[in-house]
């Protein structure tokens, strides 16, 4: 039994002596393995601060190289077009947004509050100032103030202050201030469609220089046709989008002429039934 109880002994003993340096190999590598990953990470987050610091960095560069390729774009596709026909188109664009502007302008100082200036003209011509209403009809600006200023003549004076003669009036000078409205609308729509033509009449031009270079090369070929080709489109995309900008100028425009034609018919109406209802009126 004694024998039994030391074999016993012997085999434990030499087991836990091979099993200790096992687990410490087995110990090692993962602690290695630890290691390694924590430097990877370590690693890992540097670099990807690394990439972001360069990233922020880069950026405004690409954004200013972006905005420079497309300016030098657009210059290098208005040249390759032709100086010829492209500077016509944009001259076309110059004089239009120019005619534009000065419409835009115009309109704006014409526009009043319709409302409290017809109340106050009503006003004084109840309570018999008539002299006063016309000087604050000519201080005051846009086709509403000229409309009530004449018809407010009409009324001061001795031999036109029947109520035919002020209504005639009113209407012949709103007709007078709706063609000061639409005072060079025409020359817009000119240019409006003089832009595409123009664009169009390159693309005809490009078409004649494709057919030339091939019958000078005795070949058709994508080289030798892409040339007139390309100057064919531009010319054409050039046309169409001037013809689209002024388009929506123009458009804006006679919203506003529009605005202060109904601004003059509603003044009318009430210049008149001032006028009925004053005592210099001869009914």
């Known amino acids: 039994m004694k024998k039994l109880f030391a074999i016993v002994a012997m085999v434990a003993a ?18 290695e393995q630890v290691d390694t990953a924590a430097v990877e990470e370590t690693d890992s987050t540097a670099v990807e601060a690394t990439e972001e610091a360069t990233e922020e960095e880069v950026a405004p560069a690409v954004a200013e190289e972006e905005n420079t390729s497309l300016h030098k ?34 309109l704006s100082l014409a526009q009043v509050n319709t409302k409290k200036f017809m109340q106050d003209l009503a006003n004084m011509v109840a309570s018999g100032k008539v002299s006063e209403a016309v000087k604050v009809c000519a201080a005051s600006r846009g086709p509403v103030a000229s409309v009530s200023k004449k018809a407010l003549l009409a009324l001061e004076s001795d031999d036109q202050n029947d109520i035919a003669t002020i209504e005639r009036t009113i209407n012949m000078e709103a007709e007078v201030q709706g063609t000061y409205l639409e005072e060079n609308c025409s020359w817009i729509t000119l240019f409006i469609a003089m832009a595409p033509s123009l664009g169009f009449l390159g693309t005809v031009i490009g078409m004649v220089q494709a057919f030339d270079d091939i019958q000078k090369a005795g070949d058709i070929s994508p080289t030798v046709v892409a040339g007139g080709m390309k100057v064919a489109l531009i010319t054409t995309i050039f046309g169409i989008v001037v013809a689209l900008i002024l388009q929506v100028f123009y458009n804006y425009i006679l919203s506003r002429v529009e605005a202060l034609t109904a601004n003059m018919e509603e003044a009318a109406q009430e210049l008149l039934v001032m006028c009925v209802k004053s005592d210099k009126c001869k009914k």
Not at 14 to 31: G, H, I, K, L, R
Not at 79 to 91: P, Q, R, S, W, Y
């Open 73 to 106: 774009a657009l210059k290098t596709k208005f040249i390759e077009g032709g100086a010829d026909f492209m500077a016509l188109v944009a001259i076309a664009l110059v004089l239009g947004l120019a005619l534009c502007i000065e419409r835009i302008i115009y």
């Open 14 to 31: 030499f087991s836990f002596s091979m099993t200790t340096p096992v687990m410490a190999q087995d110990e090692a590598p993962a602690t």
